[in-house]
């Protein structure tokens, strides 16, 4: 049976760490191989999968462990720039694997496909005389899709609004509601729409601009929660009680003020979007909703919801996460396909729903530190290797030169290089 628990996993080489991580998820000599290519994505499948491809771009892929959801172990693969993203899930996953770990779910894969009606004489008539036509639109969708139908996915409903314009126009605005399994589904949605304009043009007497997905897929929510006890949280002079007492006021900062919002919800996607870009899935519009989602009362605010509850720190998070375990990128991309064998998930809820944790888990760890003895300590930490590298340092002189930067107090390039060269000069 697999397992996310690996003590001191940080503290191996890269290449015991391939070893410890095969061992814990049972992968392949041929997975792990792809695992120690420099570049897994081949130059011929770059060039197909976009346009005017010059050569590949890589970037670090770790492992987050401690996870557990649903009461099943995951490791999380991530691929990020960002020192401390992994080692903050990890962590703040393991504080919430004393307790049980995650729940999580994720609504089955609604997403919205849009078609704006312009110059409609009479927007009220319009609006009923598309209401009434409903069985035969979605009759026309479900002819339109008969792959998803056969798979138990395809339309499920469709719906009108009226949008008013900048320029005083009504818009009529039907959505399409598509069940798309376990694809993302922007190709789908987007021929659908596009094949019943002209039917919704009919029966609407207006003329179809766009036909587009949305990418506020709050259709397709993705949800995570996790009960941490007060003795989990304690720290660095902190019980854990007055530990809750501060992440609640960190909480309570983002759930009141847009600026504080903004960043608290960045800390979330952090771990999000460094599992959607293992997964091959599109970060981009992941973000996109996400932040939408953020203002569904009316203002800008937390994704997540934070409380204290008989001695435990209760939290939750829901977003839209509209994602794929199926199509070309899976297909074509071997990391892609590494990371989702690595993570264990068998369809797009379960990855969802995943996803949600690690947002939360992600979003537990900088509360924590920032409710505690601030972001900068851990961060520079990590952040120093990569300094130390960059001014030039390897090996021992490497590790040297971070913890002289780190007593110093100053993380910089340039305070790196001279210290490099006060090393090499003694030695």
């Known amino acids: 049976m697999?397992?996310?628990?690996?003590?001191?996993?940080?503290?191996?080489?890269?290449?015991?760490?391939?070893?410890?991580?095969?061992?814990?998820?049972?992968?392949?000599?041929?997975?792990?191989?792809?695992?120690?290519?420099?570049?897994?994505?081949?130059?011929?499948?770059?060039?197909?999968?976009?346009?005017?491809?010059?050569?590949?771009?890589?970037?670090?892929?770790?492992?987050?462990?401690?996870?557990?959801?649903?009461?099943?172990?995951?490791?999380?693969?991530?691929?990020?720039?960002?020192?401390?993203?992994?080692?903050?899930?990890?962590?703040?996953?393991?504080?919430?694997?004393?307790?049980?770990?995650?729940?999580?779910?994720?609504?089955?894969?609604?997403?919205?496909?849009?078609?704006?009606?312009?110059?409609?004489?009479?927007?009220?008539?319009?609006?009923?005389?598309?209401?009434?036509?409903?069985?035969?639109?979605?009759?026309?969708?479900?002819?339109?899709?008969?792959?998803?139908?056969?798979?138990?996915?395809?339309?499920?409903?469709?719906?009108?609004?009226?949008?008013?314009?900048?320029?005083?126009?009504?818009?009529v605005v039907v959505h399409v509601l598509l069940d798309t399994g376990d694809a993302m589904g922007a190709n789908a949605v987007n021929s659908l729409v596009e094949t019943l304009s002209p039917m919704v043009e009919e029966i609407a007497g207006g003329t179809a601009c766009l036909r587009i997905l949305s990418n506020l897929a709050d259709r397709r929510l993705a949800r995570a929660a996790v009960r941490v006890p007060f003795s989990a949280l304690a720290r660095d002079g902190y019980d854990g009680a007055e530990v809750a007492e501060r992440i609640l006021y960190a909480y309570e900062f983002a759930a009141a003020d847009p600026y504080r919002a903004a960043t608290h919800n960045k800390g979330i996607m952090n771990g999000i979007d460094a599992v959607a870009v293992a997964t091959g899935n599109d970060w981009r519009a992941i973000e996109a909703g996400a932040h939408a989602y953020a203002c569904h009362d009316g203002v800008y605010g937390s994704l997540s919801r934070w409380a204290i509850e008989k001695r435990e720190l209760v939290g939750s998070l829901e977003l839209p996460i509209a994602v794929s375990t199926v199509g070309p990128a899976v297909q074509s991309h071997p990391g892609v396909r590494l990371a989702l064998r690595i993570l264990g998930v068998s369809n797009a809820r379960e990855l969802a729903g995943i996803m949600a944790a690690v947002g939360l888990a992600s979003n537990l760890a900088a509360m924590r530190a920032l409710a505690t003895e601030g972001i900068q300590k851990g961060h520079m930490a990590l952040h120093a290797r990569s300094v130390s590298h960059a001014a030039g340092a390897r090996g021992e002189k490497a590790e040297e030169l971070r913890r002289r930067m780190l007593a110093a107090g100053e993380v910089k390039i340039d305070r790196a290089r001279a210290l490099l060269r006060a090393l090499e000069t003694r030695s």
């Open 2 to 171: 697999s397992t996310s628990r690996i003590p001191a996993f940080y503290q191996l080489t890269v290449a015991e760490r391939r070893r410890r991580l095969a061992e814990a998820v049972e992968l392949s000599s041929a997975e792990v191989e792809t695992l120690a290519t420099a570049d897994a994505l081949p130059l011929d499948v770059a060039d197909i999968m976009i346009e005017n491809a010059v050569g590949t771009f890589a970037l670090p892929f770790g492992v987050a462990l401690n996870f557990q959801v649903n009461g099943r172990d995951h490791v999380v693969p991530m691929v990020v720039e960002e020192p401390s993203v992994v080692a903050a899930a990890s962590y703040a996953a393991l504080i919430a694997r004393a307790a049980g770990g995650f729940v999580a779910e994720a609504d089955p894969g609604a997403m919205i496909g849009q078609i704006q009606l312009v110059h409609v004489a009479d927007p009220g008539a319009a609006v009923e005389r598309l209401g009434a036509a409903r069985a035969r639109l979605l009759a026309a969708a479900e002819e339109a899709t008969p792959g998803l139908c056969r798979r138990g996915a395809g339309p499920r409903d469709v719906e009108v609004r009226l949008v008013r314009s900048p320029r005083g126009e009504t818009m």
